[in-house]
């Protein structure tokens, strides 16, 4: 069955259910949201340079005109391609009759392999990086940079995963869970908190604020490395897994992009277009010339 002949039989069984699905993906968040945003304000890691409500206003806006943008692309084209999909038996997971629950948790697990992929190129390939350094471009990292990507990255990320639900044969069930699993994991690793002793038990599972601290570092070696976005397996396997004795020394975000101008709303949506798509680290992308102390804010450790 083709995905159009599912969608005319199909489409009027979703409407049911779509909007309970829907209502769960934007509640989460904004409830993390809250907590994490309370947390920092009680126990802050970092004490934060900039205006924090504008700095949230900024990334927050930007989250939104993505998930309005987003939700029109993609929604209705994951839910029927999943469904289709499944009902059809297409895809890895469909090879075998095997446990049910196994099935579950392996889509889930491979959808997290292919985040963990998804992420490194984004670091190696140059097109991408334009997309993707929007995120890294924060020079302050809090819960609301969870939430910091740039459209260009989300319509590639979300083009790629409509072809990868047939090639697992993921159910949309999966697919939220996954989603949930996302949310709740990322807007943790990027609130500006410790959890102190923890985080070393913790990052044996999942990726913690210690781990990603490091990943938002200006210094490159940190920045290529913590990739995985739920699980932390993934680096150690790829060997990308890194640690910083002392996250304190961190300084995020980029030295070509040091400029407060590349902070606005409107300098963040530029950002894929300044400049080379290649890292230009103690480089600067904008036209006119800088003072040096703010292209070199951050000096390189050995
Ligand atoms: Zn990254
Ligand atoms: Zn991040």
Redesign the pocket.
């Given at each position: 069955m083709t995905i159009a002949a599912f969608a005319t039989e199909h489409f009027a069984n979703h409407t049911d259910w779509l909007p309970r699905v829907v209502g769960l993906r934007l509640t989460l968040p904004l409830v993390l949201l809250v907590t994490f945003w309370i947390w920092e304000t009680l126990r802050p890691f970092f004490q934060l340079q900039r205006n924090r409500h504008r700095h949230a206003v900024r990334n927050l806006t930007v989250a939104l005109m993505n998930a309005a943008v987003i939700g029109l692309l993609f929604g209705t084209a994951t839910v029927l391609t999943s469904h289709w999909a499944v009902e059809s038996r297409i895809g890895l997971l469909h090879l075998t009759d095997g446990f049910a629950v196994g099935r579950f948790a392996a889509g889930l697990i491979l959808l997290d392999a292919w985040m963990f992929v998804w992420?490194w190129l984004?670091?190696r390939v140059p097109l991408l990086w334009r997309f993707?350094r929007m995120?890294?471009s924060d020079p302050d990292m809090d819960v609301t940079t969870a939430t910091r990507f740039h459209l260009g990255e989300h319509v590639i990320s979300a083009s790629l995963r409509l072809m990868l639900i047939p090639v697992i044969g993921l159910s949309v069930w999966q697919i939220v869970v996954y989603e949930m699993a996302v949310i709740a994991t990322t807007h943790f690793h990027h609130a500006n908190i410790s959890v102190g002793r923890a985080d070393r038990w913790l990052r044996c599972l999942v990726v913690t604020p210690d781990m990603h601290k490091v990943?938002?570092s200006r210094w490159q070696p940190e920045?290529d490395s913590n990739?995985a976005v739920v699980l932390s397996i993934w680096d150690r396997l790829a060997q990308t897994f890194r640690l910083n004795s002392d996250p304190h020394s961190i300084a995020f975000g980029l030295d070509e992009f040091a400029n407060e101008r590349w902070q606005s709303i409107g300098g963040m949506l530029r950002t894929p277009f300044a400049g080379k798509g290649s890292r230009q680290r103690f480089g600067n992308v904008d036209d006119e010339p800088q003072s040096q102390s703010e292209v070199s804010e951050v000096t390189p450790r050995p």
């Open positions: 992420h984004n670091h993707h995120h890294h990943h938002h920045t990739f």
